[in-house]
């Protein structure tokens, strides 16, 4: 395992150092929290130390950039953007990842306008990279009444990885990994993305394991 992303974290910014030293083996790269209370809000991402030089933290949505806190919690969708480079010396290739969690009140309607105003910020680089998109959109796309939501995604050229995979209580499935890959990079298409869901012992959600080919 090389990247470990976690959302809906429940953080507290004077928990930050405990998460800096919670993996022997993986430094802490993101971590965002609510400004005052504790709340389900909150981020973080531990990147093991031997991929670090190729991983790097792009950007979040959080309102005090500073110290990566949000003011709201809970009309509100959290995403923070990583780039991930191939750590063979002969390619070139990157893609860039995006950690989300919806919070179950945001309407869908203002999620989506959040959502595309977040990566209209960064089309320039977006445009010629693959992008990831895995985290918990409180939305069972599966289901008949959630589908039309499903469409506007694909009509954003995200496609899912994987459908029909229970990732929480009575069989539901509320985390999700899109893909997109450039139009204009025909190069990029040839990096191979895979996604699965895994049990998990320590939450209610199962977790999303993905593999990146260059």
Same mark, same amino acid.
């Given at each position: 395992?090389?990247?470990?992303?976690?959302?809906?974290?429940?953080?507290?910014?004077?928990?930050?150092?405990?998460?800096?030293?919670?993996?022997?083996?993986?430094?802490?790269?993101?971590?965002?929290?609510?400004?005052?209370?504790?709340?389900?809000?909150?981020?973080?991402?531990?990147?093991?130390?031997?991929?670090?030089?190729?991983?790097?933290?792009?950007?979040? =949505?959080? !309102?005090?950039?500073?110290?990566?806190?949000?003011?709201?919690?809970?009309? $509100?969708?959290? /995403?923070? #953007?990583?780039? &991930?480079?191939?750590?063979?010396?002969?390619?070139?290739?990157?893609?860039?990842?995006?950690?989300?969690?919806?919070?179950?009140?945001?309407?869908?309607?203002?999620?989506?306008?959040?959502?595309?105003?977040?990566?209209?910020?960064?089309?320039?680089?977006?445009?010629?990279?693959?992008?990831?998109?895995?985290?918990?959109? =409180?939305? !069972?796309?599966?289901?008949?009444?959630?589908?039309?939501?499903?469409?506007? $995604?694909?009509? /954003?050229? #995200?496609?899912? &990885?994987?459908?029909?995979?229970?990732?929480?209580?009575?069989?539901?499935?509320?985390?999700?990994?899109?893909?997109?890959?450039?139009?204009?990079?025909?190069?990029?298409?040839?990096?191979?993305?895979?996604?699965?869901?895994?049990?998990?012992?320590?939450?209610?959600?199962?977790?999303?394991?993905?593999?990146?080919?260059?």
């Amino acid at each position: 395992m090389d990247v470990i992303f976690l959302v809906e974290g429940h953080n507290m910014i004077q928990y930050k150092y405990q998460a800096e030293h919670l993996f022997d083996h993986f430094e802490l790269i993101h971590f965002s929290a609510p400004i005052s209370r504790q709340t389900s809000t909150g981020q973080l991402c531990f990147v093991n130390k031997r991929l670090k030089d190729n991983f790097k933290f792009v950007a979040d =949505n959080c !309102d005090m950039q500073a110290n990566h806190t949000y003011l709201d919690d809970k009309d $509100l969708v959290e /995403m923070s #953007l990583f780039q &991930l480079k191939s750590s063979s010396p002969t390619c070139r290739k990157s893609i860039y990842i995006l950690s989300l969690y919806k919070h179950p009140s945001l309407a869908f309607g203002d999620f989506l306008k959040r959502f595309k105003d977040f990566l209209n910020k960064f089309a320039n680089v977006l445009s010629t990279s693959t992008l990831l998109i895995i985290g918990d959109f =409180n939305v !069972d796309f599966n289901k008949e009444k959630e589908k039309s939501k499903l469409d506007k $995604l694909i009509d /954003m050229d #995200l496609q899912p &990885l994987f459908k029909n995979r229970a990732t929480f209580e009575k069989g539901s499935q509320l985390d999700w990994a899109f893909v997109r890959h450039s139009p204009f990079n025909s190069d990029d298409q040839q990096v191979q993305i895979k996604a699965k869901v895994l049990d998990t012992w320590f939450s209610d959600h199962s977790a999303i394991v993905s593999t990146i080919g260059f």
